[in-house]
Structure formats: structure tokens, C-alpha cells
T-cell receptor, first 119, second 108 residues
Framework: DTEVTQTPKHLVMGMTNKKSLKCEQH?????MYWYKQKAKKPPELMFV???????INESVPSRFSPECPNSSLLNLHLHALQPEDSALYLC??????????????????FGPGTRLTVL | ELKVEQNPLFLSMQEGKNYTIYCNYS?????LYWYRQDPGKSLESLFV?????AVKQEGRLMASLDTKARLSTLHITAAVHDLSATYFC????????FGKGTKLTVNP
């Protein structure tokens, strides 16, 4: 099983709402990632979890709050978002953490993404 | 700050022709990744290049890595319409740092 799943596929929320994105993998990977991709742009790294601990936060605003409850699950909690936060949110996992974790990573497997629209 | 530069950013190809996409990066790295993205879809891993001189081939695509020149290439042989997509190279800095992508369109 080389699949990363993400729910929901689509999400529309108002600026005052609180919502969560969910990502799951059962490949035994110990590194998980959140990326944000705006239209016609490359993905941009948001957060990296290594062995369930936050290892990289790319200066992401606090209205985005990641959580890694266990080695298979990664959440992204959303609160008081702005319309400019509308994007495709991609989750990925890899067998080992990357360079910043002191170990080398293999291929990152991406989930299908959640397309978020903030009204 | 790491920079990953791809060129060209747009590539319109005729079926049956060959072409190369270039990826330059600004920091020392011996791992380089290539991904494909179809419109509205997620990223599909194509190649992981693990060391200097690495060459990998899959179908009509061949990727290579020169870590001394900090250059990777993705060569397309005898393009077919199915290859139309956006191709990204990426360098590992704990998480991946992507180039801007090359939008490839293969015309009949």
C-alpha cells in the first residue's frame, strides 16, 4: 500500500470558521509533510513532522495549526483563515525525515490534496 | 537561501520530437526529485536521483544528475500526447523545495 489519503477533497469555509484537514498513511513512514499550492505555482513547504515531532515550521501563520497524533495521522487545524489562504493543501509522507532531521529521505509520496476555498 | 530554477517554464512540443528540461539548484545536494502533476491533480513521483552521475529511465523519460554542476535534466524522447503535464524538480532541504515547474504541451 503506497497510498496517502486526505479528507476532505474539497472544503469551503468562512473566515470565522474552524475546520481541520486530515491526512493518513499506513506505509510505516516516519516523516509527514504539509504543503500549500496556489494555482499555477509550485508546492510550498509548510510543516514537517519527524517521528511525530514538529521539526520544521516554515514561518506559517498561527491560523494554521498542525498536529500529529500518531505515526499514521497528520492533521491541519484551520482557524480564522483569509481568502488568500485558498489553495490546494497537499500532505506527503516519506520513510525517513530529510536533511534537517539528520537523516536522508527517500521519495515523498503525496496525497490527492484538499482544495480549500475561503470565502 | 536555496534556489531551484527550471527552464523552460513552458514547452510546446510536437509529437515524436525530443526535448530536455533543465533544473539548476544553488546548494549542495546529492538528491534530486522529479514529479509530474496533471491539471487539478496531485504530484506523482517520477524519479529520485541519489548520487552524482545517476541516470534513470522510465518509458520516454530519462533523468540525470550532475551534482558538481548542480544540474539535473529530464529528457523526453519521441513525445506523445500523454506526456502533457507540468513537471517539477525538487531538492530536499528537510522538506522539498520545488522549481517553478515546466508546463509541457505535446501537440499532434
Amino acid at each position: 500500500d503506497t497510498e496517502v489519503t486526505q479528507t476532505p477533497k474539497h472544503l469551503v469555509m468562512g473566515m470565522t470558521n474552524k475546520k481541520s484537514l486530515k491526512c493518513e498513511q499506513h506505509m510505516g513512514h516516519r516523516a509527514m509533510y504539509w504543503y500549500k499550492q496556489k494555482a499555477k505555482k509550485p508546492p510550498e513547504l509548510m510543516f514537517v513532522y519527524s517521528y511525530e515531532k514538529l521539526s520544521i515550521n516554515e514561518s506559517v501563520p498561527s491560523r494554521f495549526s498542525p498536529e500529529c497524533p500518531n505515526s499514521s495521522l497528520l492533521n491541519l487545524h484551520l482557524h480564522a483563515l483569509q481568502p488568500e489562504d485558498s489553495a490546494l493543501y497537499l500532505c506527503a509522507s516519506s520513510p525517513l525525515p530529510g536533511l534537517a532531521g539528520g537523516l536522508r529521505t527517500d521519495t515523498q509520496y503525496f496525497g490527492p490534496g484538499t482544495r480549500l476555498t475561503v470565502l | 537561501e536555496l534556489k531551484v530554477e527550471q527552464n523552460p517554464l513552458f514547452l510546446s512540443m510536437q509529437e515524436g520530437k525530443n526535448y530536455t528540461i533543465y533544473c539548476n539548484y544553488s546548494t549542495t545536494s546529492d538528491r534530486l526529485y522529479w514529479y509530474r502533476q496533471d491539471p487539478g491533480k496531485s504530484l506523482e513521483s517520477l524519479f529520485v536521483l541519489l548520487s552524482n552521475g545517476a541516470v534513470k529511465q522510465e518509458g520516454r523519460l530519462m533523468a540525470s544528475l550532475d551534482t558538481k554542476a548542480r544540474l539535473s535534466t529530464l529528457h523526453i524522447t519521441a513525445a506523445v500526447h500523454d506526456l502533457s503535464a507540468t513537471y517539477f524538480c525538487a531538492v530536499d532541504m528537510g522538506g522539498l523545495v520545488f522549481g517553478k515547474g515546466t508546463k509541457l504541451t505535446v501537440n499532434p
